[in-house]
């Protein structure tokens, strides 16, 4: 075609060619129709196999009204495994494009307890329309049979009106990652020598959240607002209006695994995805389904563990064995993957650095060190809580609950306090 392209100068009539170049374009874009044509066919094939090979398999597609391939969705056969035992908090991401035929690549991604990024399933689409999101999230739900309590994702105003329609009873956020994507082109040209700061200081205030609650980061927020002179900004503003979607004081009270925010498959530059056919892109799926899920053969609760690597060697990899006596550790010891119990370690250890104070019905966990926030800790005999919620959000017992345990000579985590991970 570069070829022809060159020479397009030539007329027919010198003889040089026998064609004009409009007639190898023309032959160009038919052969590229029927080349679509094969690869949708290949597409519905593989997934017809593999279906007939494994029942576990799921897919479905629909067609337009020349019967043509539309969408199409696929789970591969570990895929639902994964999802009924991670299904509670999951990542969709509908920021992929596969060039070759500019379709939307979407995927349905959790975290198993070993922190791993699991694939739950993903989808080609021929449009990002509220009508083909319906579709989708309706097609997931059925498929995937049983709905998550939290989905992260782009800010997409269709995909937000399909999950409501679909699962209005779940708890939909926004991905911090792809809101700070943009900032960039948002706010480079009106801070000019200032964007790095403001970044600072918004990540400063993002990661400071957790600890605040939501009154106090909205007392902070017009602060930095001031600070940057970004009163006319509308993507600042914006912003602040969607709040709720993506600052964690909003969002404590909901379950979002440890590990989903870190989620980030490609770079930012590879997001279009550059596939020249449809069998090489399930070959990257596959390679994908494998990349995610490399560790899955620890993914048992019970942590039997398969394979050449033993647990011992896992704990020296990951620092984690016993260094205290007590029961409270010891079951969690045995409970927890050595990923889970790492992060359960890091909170228990923490407890000789904090002052219990009883007051009246209720109690206060007070930082050794001043000007630091206090969590209160409520104990029923029944239940447990703690304001910094932690548990709730990220399915793992904090310090604070910890500390109650050992002041009420609990030593025995009660089965409802059981890590979700
Ligand atoms: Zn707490």
Known sequence: MRFLTANREIPKDDGALPFFHRDVRNLYVKMKI????????????YCKVAKDENTKVQFTYTLNDERKLENVFWSPSPCINWYKKYVEAIVVDITYRVNTYNMPFVIFV????????????CALLRNKTCKTFLWLMKTFLILMKKPPKTILMDQ????????????????????????????SGWFTAILRNKYSSWCANFYKLYKL??????????????????KYNLHESKHANGLFQIRHFWVPSYLRGYFFVQGLGNFNLFSKSSRGLLVPSVSSYLLSVSQ????????VVFSSKKVTFMGSISRKKIEIKQGSSLRTLSPLEKQSYDILTPYSFKMFQDEFGRVTQYV???????????????NSQNQKVLWDVETITCSCKHFEFWG?????????????????????YSPLR
């Open 209 to 226: 959240a957790p600890v605040y609650t939501y009154e106090e980061f909205e007392d902070q927020w017009p602060q930095v607002i001031i």
């Open 156 to 183: 997409d105003p269709w995909m937000a009106e399909a999950i409501l329609k679909e699962l209005p009873l779940i708890k939909h956020a926004f991905y911090i990652w792809h809101i700070t994507s943009k900032f």
């Open 110 to 121: 959790g975290v198993n307890n070993h922190g791993k990024m699991v694939l739950f399933g």
């Open 288 to 295: 994908l389904t494998k990349d995610l899920n490399c560790d």
């Open 356 to 370: 219990l104070i009883e007051d009246n019905c209720e109690v206060l966990m007070q930082y050794y060190k001043e």
């Open 34 to 45: 029927m080349h679509a044509m094969n690869d949708a066919m290949e597409l519905l094939q």
């Open 396 to 416: 793992m017992l904090c310090r604070d609950i910890l500390i109650m345990f050992l002041h009420k000579d609990c030593y025995i985590i009660p089965s409802i």
